[in-house]
């Protein structure tokens, strides 16, 4: 009966210290601005604030960027390393199908290129074809001349024939006593002979008018057929699907190497060759030579702040105070991501994101997402003191004690 009486007393001892340690703690913790704004409230009078506190995290301008490849991908080769600065679009991994990608470029660059020699190697021959036929009509015209010395010869021909038959006649008509039989002879075989004469030159002229005309026609058609076999040679060679070809291998290439989007540093390097790419990034990037906080104001508190209004952040892991500007104003209260390292603050409070554009950011570029103390300059606006929950009264200040910035 003693053994469980001891006990009892000793946990009761340890609860009443445990709840004096909490309360001596919540009093500590107040700062005296935020008593006097309690005690102000408690008596119904508006208090001045010229400070809102919070917590925020040092970021590069437009956040940490996360670079990565498809999903499924390995890592071939990882070009650059942390701390290093790139510009918009450097190369900076290597997927592992890399190698694979080139060698079906420098193929389909090879095949595009003999397809190209091929069709001016085709291309020529049929433009010397087209040339030659172009020589064989012209020939084939020249012949025209020939036929007009044939008409001639039988024009002299036809004019010998006459004469020999006006001979023959005339030696017809005159007495035997006149014209030997021997005469007579001659001048019929002489009229004879003109008139086969003339018959053959009459054939030879009908031939060669013919063979002019065949040739004319033969060496159109030739021409012709050259000119339409040039004419489609470019046609007939897939240039074009070549090409395509070519861009297809460049894009797959492209998909095989991870370029920097913006200008700025490597921060971290997730993963290395031979890994494949899950849902986490290859690497992390940020635009360090602008950095900001981003600081988490109670959404109670947001309503004095304004564009323009001085900051300060400091934290133990920086060597000097950083000045800063209030730039740009969240639209929308969300759970606070920044916690508190005091065991007594609120882990679940509502705030608003508050960026402020930092006049030093070589201090700061050293230490990304560093959570840092923000306490912003405003001006003296009184406070409402009309929050209350429950029984307890509650200002602005008091009730964002996770964003608390001590500053000397």
Do not use: C
């Not at 005469?183 to 030159?201: G, K, P, V, Y």
């Amino acid at each position: 009966m003693s053994r469980w009486l001891t006990l009892v007393i000793m946990l009761l001892v340890v609860g009443a210290i445990g709840v004096a340690a909490w309360r001596y703690r919540a009093g500590r913790d107040i700062s005296p601005e935020n008593q006097a704004a309690r005690e102000a409230a408690v008596q119904g009078m508006p208090t001045k604030r010229d400070s809102i506190a919070a917590l925020g995290r040092l970021l590069p301008k437009g956040g940490v960027i996360d670079v990565g490849a498809l999903a499924g991908s390995r890592v071939g080769q990882i070009l650059v390393a942390e701390g290093q600065t790139v510009a918009s679009g450097d190369p900076l991994a290597h997927m592992q199908e890399h190698a694979l990608r080139e060698t079906e470029l420098a193929f389909a660059r090879t095949q595009l290129a003999e397809a190209e020699e091929k069709l001016k190697a085709e291309l020529a021959y049929a433009e010397s074809v087209v040339r030659e036929s172009q020589i064989g009509l012209e020939q084939s015209k020249l012949q025209v001349n020939q036929v007009a010395m044939q008409q001639k010869k039988v024009e002299q021909l036809a004019a010998s024939a006459e004469l020999a038959n006006k001979n023959l006649e005339r030696l017809t008509g005159l007495s035997e006593r006149v014209v030997s039989a021997q005469q007579h002879e001659e001048a019929e075989l002489r009229a004879q002979q003109a008139r086969m004469e003339l018959a053959a030159a009459k054939e030879q002229l009908e031939q060669s008018h013919t063979s002019q005309q065949l040739a004319v026609v033969g060496a159109k058609a030739r021409l012709a057929a050259a000119q339409v076999k040039l004419d489609r040679t470019p046609a007939a060679a897939p240039l074009e699907s070549l090409r395509q070809g070519v861009k297809l291998a460049e894009l797959k290439l492209e998909q095989s190497i991870v370029r920097a989007p913006i200008d700025g540093r490597v921060l971290r390097i997730l993963l290395q060759p031979g890994e494949v790419v899950g849902q986490q990034p290859i690497m992390q990037l940020g635009a360090v030579q602008q950095m900001e906080v981003v600081a988490e104001v109670y959404e109670t508190d947001i309503g004095l702040i304004r564009s323009g209004q001085r900051a300060l952040i400091t934290s133990p892991a920086l060597p000097e105070k950083l000045d800063g500007t209030v730039e740009q104003i969240g639209t929308m209260v969300a759970q606070n991501e920044v916690m508190s390292l005091d065991p007594a603050s609120r882990a679940d409070v509502r705030v608003v994101p508050v960026h402020i554009r930092l006049e030093n950011s070589e201090a700061a570029a050293r230490l990304v997402n560093l959570q840092v103390d923000v306490l912003i300059q405003v001006e003296a606006t009184p406070a409402s003191g009309n929050e209350r929950v429950g029984s307890a009264l509650h200002t602005p200040s008091s009730e964002s004690q996770y964003a608390r910035a001590p500053v000397e």
